[in-house]
């Protein structure tokens, strides 16, 4: 079973950076979608980014241009580098793993990582 494990969260403050990493292990070979998501309080959760097998990469309209989804393969890592962070993108961070690519994210998810939290400061 896949087992996805997200570190790099913490605190920064308006207009910082962070990169998040996702290990995947073990890490998809084909047909996979692989994304980050991402839940405020109160708020339900959002798709932010996602890449599939191909390398087609997708993104939140609001987001494109400061978040940047990647992988390492040969690190068996995704990761997601978030510059000019503001407070709405304040969240906890899930990386996720499913079956096809779609506008934001994957769609027919099936692996879910724990969280890592995101909190940026005015």
């Known amino acids: 079973q896949l087992q996805l494990v997200e570190s790099g969260g913490g605190s920064v403050e308006d207009g910082g950076s962070l990169r998040l990493s996702c290990a995947a292990s073990?890490?998809?070979?084909?047909?996979?979608?692989l994304a980050w998501f991402r839940q405020a309080p109160g708020q339900e959760r959002e798709g932010v980014a996602g890449?599939?097998?191909?390398?087609?990469?997708v993104y939140a309209d609001s987001l494109q241009g400061r978040f940047t989804i990647s992988e390492d393969k040969a690190k068996n890592t995704l990761s997601l580098e978030m510059n000019n962070l503001k407070p709405d993108d304040t969240a906890k961070y899930y990386c996720?793993?499913?079956?096809?690519?779609?506008?934001?994210?994957?769609?027919?998810?099936?692996?879910w990582g724990q969280g890592t939290q995101v909190t940026v400061s005015a």
């Open positions: 996720a793993a499913g079956k096809v690519l779609v506008e934001v994210g994957c769609a027919r998810v099936n692996s």
């Open positions: 073990p890490y998809p070979t084909r047909n996979y979608c």
């Open positions: 890449i599939n097998a191909n390398g087609i990469t």
